[in-house]
């Protein structure tokens, strides 16, 4: 019993979250788009956030991401309580921390599939030539993109995108990962082959992936489904077994 | 820094036609203002020149008060022998002068036996006057060497054309001096004198030796004293100096004897010569305003063009700092690209022209070659506005870029 509270004492959390909130001034009413929600995400879980249209998983997911601020409510994130953070140390939190996948894929046009990983470690981390080659090799290798490394974006097809894309966010060495809906623009072939490789990630760096997804069918991809319903948490589903928040 | 470089360099080439346009708007630009001031330039310096070097020398000294009625040629404002030879003798102890030359000027009639006008006359140490004015042996035309004998004379071209003297010709001067005798000289004619723009045209050139015979002189008076310094460049702060060297020489009423003029003040070209100044200063405000205009207008449209690309980047932790210079370096990097292509392209049409031996007139003198120079520090001073612009142009933007909220640059279609 006593070894179980220690763990429990030592443990960093990915994301704790006390009763956030957030509310969106639409002139003069204000939408509450998530309402005090809470929940804790342990490291190198593989998470989704499930909901209809507009239930507040992007909202959720950029207060996770330090890109936007709760209107109430605690969060923290891997280990640092972002809520008092400015613009720029919210930056560099971001660099430093957290990667980021987007349902557009979001690659730089200029720059090739290599160059496109690299960014990161050029623009946001400082991280010298050698090291940067072997840890875009690796990631090259891991996501299969290898042969496409000196093409540029729209040279390859969506699902490669987001493979580079899952490959540019995990470059870095990010303790967690955060995906909007990653899949919603892929047929629902790619869209299993672009979670597998994120589970692959995972098992393989043991970062935390969190993902929102309105397609009950890839849901199952997940080990702990969270369920959003008109800003609040409404049900929590972890593999193999259910249990309600 | 070389990342942020190749970045900003494949967003310029991603609109290629785009960049080539406006780059280009840059390039002409620069050609225009660079050969608009190389020819002014080299049109300024030869007229200066042939001012300077034909006429008026670098500077001139008078007795106080003689400028103003210089019109008049006033007898009665000369120097007098022993001021003469004191302001000789300090001009002989200063190091930047080359040479001077005293000279006589007086205005008298001219008569060739069968018409008569009037004439101005200067007289002359020939030899001093060739050191102090040397290009002046290359107006004289018809003549037998570029030699000034005494009992010689050369005349202006105006009145060889319109009275119909030619070299050889016995004329006749006839002067008042200032006592009110009048006395006549004849002389042979040895040379006439092409005009030049300005007073001049009716200036002839005489021995010093027979002006004072003609004006009755038992001691020598000078009107002035005409100077050639060794640098040109060093014109203005020489011209201080003497000014503060003859500022202490008095008269006997305590007022200053001598006043100090510059070729400036002695020619109407040097309004012409400020003139084009001015000119070449709005067409440098026109060339900035058409590069600042044109890189803001391309670095708007980028920066709106590519929110959602800004957004991705910031949202992956680039810092605004960054994300500032990445945008101002493309527009830098399309003023330099103008910048690089104007220099070279002014380059060589400007040397083509050089090549062609374009000719112009200048009053009446025609066939001056035209040899336009670009001074490199025209190039190096032309290319920093440039480049400081372009900086500034994509300033405002950059910093719209930089400052975009993630979330919202995100959302935008
Ligand atoms: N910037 C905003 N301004 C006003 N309302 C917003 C804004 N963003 C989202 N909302 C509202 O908040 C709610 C949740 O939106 P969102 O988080 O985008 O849901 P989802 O991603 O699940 O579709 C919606 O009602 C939406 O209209
Ligand atoms: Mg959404």
Redesign the interface.
């Known amino acids: 019993m006593g070894l179980v509270v220690a763990e429990n004492i030592t443990k960093i959390y990915s994301v704790v979250a006390t009763k956030v909130s957030k509310d969106y001034q639409a002139g003069e009413i204000a939408i509450r788009a998530l309402n005090e929600v809470s929940f804790e995400i342990e490291p190198a879980s593989f998470v989704s956030f499930v909901g209809p249209s507009g239930s507040g998983k992007t909202t959720l997911l ?1 207060l996770i ?1 330090c ?2 601020k709760p209107t109430e409510g605690k969060l923290e994130v891997a280990g640092t309580d972002v809520l008092h953070l400015d ?2 140390q919210s ?6 921390n ?3 996948i ?1 349902q ?1 894929f ?1 690659l ?4 090739t599939v290599f160059e496109n990983i690299e ?2 470690l ?3 981390q400082n991280i010298p030539g050698g090291e940067r080659k072997k840890r875009i090799m690796t990631l090259l290798e891991a996501v299969g993109m290898i042969e496409q490394k000196d093409k540029f974006p729209d040279q390859i097809s969506g699902g490669q995108k987001q493979r580079v894309a899952i490959a ?2 995990l470059v870095t060495n990010p303790k967690l990962v955060l995906a909007d809906e990653p899949t919603a623009n892929l047929d629902h072939k790619t869209a299993f082959m672009v979670l597998e490789s994120m589970k692959k990630m995972r098992n393989e760096f043991q970062t935390t992936f969190i993902f929102s997804t309105h397609d009950q069918k890839i849901v199952g991809e997940a080990e702990i489904v969270y369920s959003l319903e008109d800003g609040e948490l409404v049900g929590k589903q972890v593999k193999g077994g259910e249990k309600n928040a | 820094m070389r990342n942020l470089f190749k970045i900003a360099f494949r967003n310029l080439l991603r609109y290629k036609r785009r960049t080539l346009l406006t780059a280009s708007l840059v390039t002409l630009g620069i050609v225009f203002v660079l050969l608009f001031v190389s020819i002014t330039g080299s049109f300024k310096s030869m007229m200066i020149g042939q001012m300077t070097d034909s006429m008026l020398g670098h500077l001139q000294v008078h007795r106080k008060g003689y400028l103003a009625s210089i019109d008049n040629l006033p007898l009665n404002l000369n120097l007098k022998m022993q001021a003469y030879k004191k302001l000789e003798g300090i001009l002989n102890q200063q190091l930047e002068i080359e040479a001077i030359s005293p000279r006589i000027k007086f205005g008298g009639m001219f008569s060739t036996f069968v018409e008569t006008t009037n004439i101005r006359l200067n007289g002359v140490y020939p030899d001093r006057e060739l050191k102090t004015v040397p290009l002046l042996p290359s107006r004289v035309t018809n003549a037998r060497g570029t030699s000034l004998e005494k009992g010689e004379i050369w005349i202006p071209e105006l009145m060889s054309k319109s009275m119909k003297v030619n070299v050889g010709d016995t004329v006749v001067i006839i002067a008042t001096n200032k006592d009110g005798s009048v006395n006549g000289k004849q002389f042979k004619v040895a040379g006439v004198l092409e005009s030049i723009t300005g007073p001049g045209g009716r200036d002839g050139y005489i021995h010093i030796d027979d002006a004072m015979e003609v004006l009755r002189m038992e001691e020598m008076e000078v009107s002035e004293i005409a100077i050639r310094l060794k640098d040109f460049g060093r014109l203005q702060g020489f011209s201080d100096k003497l000014e503060g060297i003859l500022s202490g020489e008095l008269n006997k009423q305590g007022k200053p004897m001598f006043e100090v003029h510059t070729w400036e003040k002695l020619s109407p070209f040097y309004n012409i010569a400020r003139m084009i100044d001015i000119m070449a200063f709005f067409i440098k405000l026109m060339l900035i305003a058409i590069v600042l205009i044109s890189i803001m207008n391309v670095m708007i449209m980028a920066v709106y063009e590519r929110i959602r690309e800004i957004g991705t980047i910031a949202a992956i932790g680039t810092l605004p700092g960054k994300i500032l210079s990445l945008f101002v370096l493309e527009g830098l990097s399309l003023g330099v690209l103008g910048v690089v292509a104007g220099n070279i392209l002014g380059f060589i049409i400007i040397t083509i022209l050089n090549f062609s031996k374009m000719t112009f007139s200048f009053g009446r003198q025609t066939g001056l070659i035209l040899s336009a120079q670009v001074a490199p520090m025209d190039m190096v001073v032309i290319s920093l506005i440039v480049i400081v612009i372009s900086v500034i142009a994509s300033l405002q933007p950059a910093l719209k870029a930089s400052r975009m909220e993630p979330i919202k640059a995100l959302r935008h279609v």
């Open positions: 950029n991401g890109l936007d613009r720029k930056a560099a939190f971001r660099g430093n957290l990667g980021f987007f557009d979001n730089l046009p200029v720059l960014y990161p050029l623009m946001v540019r966010a």
